[in-house]
């Protein structure tokens, strides 16, 4: 299964941005599709995910600015990034799992992960 995500992007901070990772229609309405983000010298680290009966949840640096969201006649899901902030710098992947226990798991399917650079 390919997800293919939107293109590098250099940002101000305070600024807004948002991410897509395009899939199949029948990918995206049985997966669990989520984001993922590694920052400089890091791990991948989880940011947000949304089911396929619309249920979402997210790390709490993301709570209140981040938004995951499914359009399902694309099909995408999106990620509408607000009050971007230096600390949100990082490679972000899309990524599917066959259920939210198994988030994370390299052996699921993930994109090829797209650079957001938020400057200060």
């Known amino acids: 299964v390919q997800l293919v995500e939107s293109g590098d992007t250099l940002v101000q901070s305070g600024g807004s941005l948002r991410l897509s990772c395009a899939a199949s229609?029948?990918?995206?309405?049985?997966?669990?599709m989520a984001w993922y983000r590694r920052a400089p010298g890091n791990q991948r680290k989880f940011v947000a995910y949304?089911?396929?009966?619309?249920?979402?949840d997210y790390d709490d640096s993301a709570k209140g600015r981040f938004t995951i969201s499914r359009d399902n006649a694309n099909p995408t899901i999106h990620l509408q990034m607000n009050s971007l902030k230096p600390d949100d710098t990082g490679v972000y992947y899309c990524?599917?799992?066959?259920?939210?226990?198994?988030?994370?798991?390299?052996?699921?399917?993930w994109g090829q992960g797209t650079q957001v650079t938020v400057s200060p």
């Open positions: 229609r029948s990918f995206i309405n049985t997966y669990v």
């Open positions: 949304i089911t396929r009966d619309g249920k979402t």
């Open positions: 990524h599917a799992a066959a259920s939210i226990e198994s988030l994370g798991d390299p052996r699921g399917s």
